[in-house]
């Protein structure tokens, strides 16, 4: 069966510190893989979407960045956090038409 | 812009009562909806998914589809209190794969 891993399930990280986030997805080849990111009390804003290796298309500009450096796996990267980077992240699976399964988050806290 | 429009709520029920989440959205040429419970804390779950006009059901959950309106739903009978939640309604946005565009989610709370 697929399943989606998603780590760490939480961080707090100080303004200017590097950061990256790992998702991996089993079971399944050449998925489509997408980040998103909620903010407290916000809605789903998507960040990036790949559908395969080396293939990054980002939604919006901002200070975070994406790879895909293997086929089932899924990185978000960023140089120097924000205050405005904290949230839950959400790394998530494209079943083909059927919808999204969600890994379960990391709850990022920039202090 | 596609959008997805949903009532932030929270809409109350009562235990047992038949609670009504619905989703509006704005691109025509969607084809694909669903609907995801996100327990506070936690990532969102799939419960319904349609395709096609007319009514789905399972168990408790019934999702209901108009595409002339534009209109999704997500209709729950007896409601219990574990199903206080928000609910995100989620659409594809039609661009030859599937991004999905979600709403803001509607939180429902359950009373016993």
């Known amino acids: 069966s697929q399943t989606i891993h998603q780590w760490p399930a939480t961080l707090v990280q100080p303004v200017g510190s590097p950061l990256s986030l790992e998702c991996t997805v089993e079971?399944?080849?050449?998925?489509?893989l997408y980040w998103y990111r909620q903010a407290a009390g916000r809605g789903l804003q998507l960040l990036f979407y790949?559908?395969?290796?080396?293939?990054i298309s980002s939604e919006v500009p901002q200070n975070l960045s994406a790879s895909r450096p293997q086929d089932r796996q899924f990185i978000l990267s960023s140089k120097k956090l924000l205050l405005s980077d904290s949230g839950f992240y959400l790394c998530?699976?494209?079943?083909?038409?059927?919808?999204?399964?969600f890994g379960s988050g990391t709850r990022l806290t920039v202090v | 812009q596609k959008e997805v429009e949903q009532n932030s709520g929270p809409l109350s029920v009562p235990e047992g009562a038949i609670a009504s989440l619905n989703c509006t959205y704005s691109?025509?040429?969607?084809?694909?909806f669903f609907w995801y419970r996100q327990y506070s804390g936690k990532s969102p779950e799939l419960i319904m998914s349609?395709?096609?006009?007319g009514d789905k059901e399972d168990g408790r959950f019934t999702a209901q589809l108009n595409k002339a309106s534009q209109y999704v739903s997500l209709l729950i009978r007896d409601s219990q209190p574990s199903d206080s939640a928000t609910y995100l309604c989620?659409?594809?946005?039609?661009?030859?794969?599937?991004?999905?565009?979600f709403g803001t989610g509607t939180r429902l709370l359950v009373s016993p």
């Open positions: 998530a699976w494209d079943r083909g038409g059927y919808g999204y399964t």
């Open positions: 079971g399944t080849s050449n998925p489509n």
């Open positions: 790949s559908v395969g290796i080396g293939q």
């Open positions: 691109d025509r040429v969607s084809q694909s």
């Open positions: 349609i395709y096609s006009n």
């Open positions: 989620a659409v594809n946005g039609n661009t030859g794969f599937q991004k999905l565009v």
